[in-house]
């Protein structure tokens, strides 16, 4: 089992930026893939990002290419999603997942294990 807890969402204008973390526990010693995916009220989770565990393998979806950054710290079993030039259609819940066979998948029914969540509000 790995527990996941997200922080750092919050109230941004546009054009702000935000740095999301993901704090990883439980059992880290397997070599996960990790995710960030989003969602709002009445649609589908939605992929944002992943990187493989040894961030030789990163990927992100197109509407966030260019101004999102995943990255992770496998030494303190933390990932992390910098978001900078935010528009208000990024506003969402922001979810970070892990994946045990280190696939970066971009789709939510691969991950294994997700965190609660974090909000992120873009004002226009």
């Known amino acids: 089992q790995v527990q996941l807890v997200e922080s750092g969402g919050g109230l941004v204008q546009t054009g702000g930026s935000l740095r999301l973390s993901c704090a990883a526990s439980g059992r880290t010693s397997n070599r996960y893939a990790m995710g960030w995916f989003r969602q709002t009220p009445g649609k589908e989770r939605e992929f944002v990002a992943t990187?493989?565990?040894?961030?030789?393998?990163?990927y992100y979806a197109d509407s966030v290419k260019g101004r999102f950054t995943i990255s992770r710290d496998n030494t303190k079993n933390m990932v992390y999603l910098q978001m900078n030039s935010l528009k208000p259609e990024d506003t969402a819940d922001y979810y970070c997942a892990a994946e045990q066979y280190d696939r970066t998948a971009q789709s939510a029914g691969e991950y294994d294990y997700w965190g609660q969540g974090t909000q992120v509000t873009v004002s226009s």
């Open positions: 990187i493989s565990w040894s961030a030789r393998r990163i």
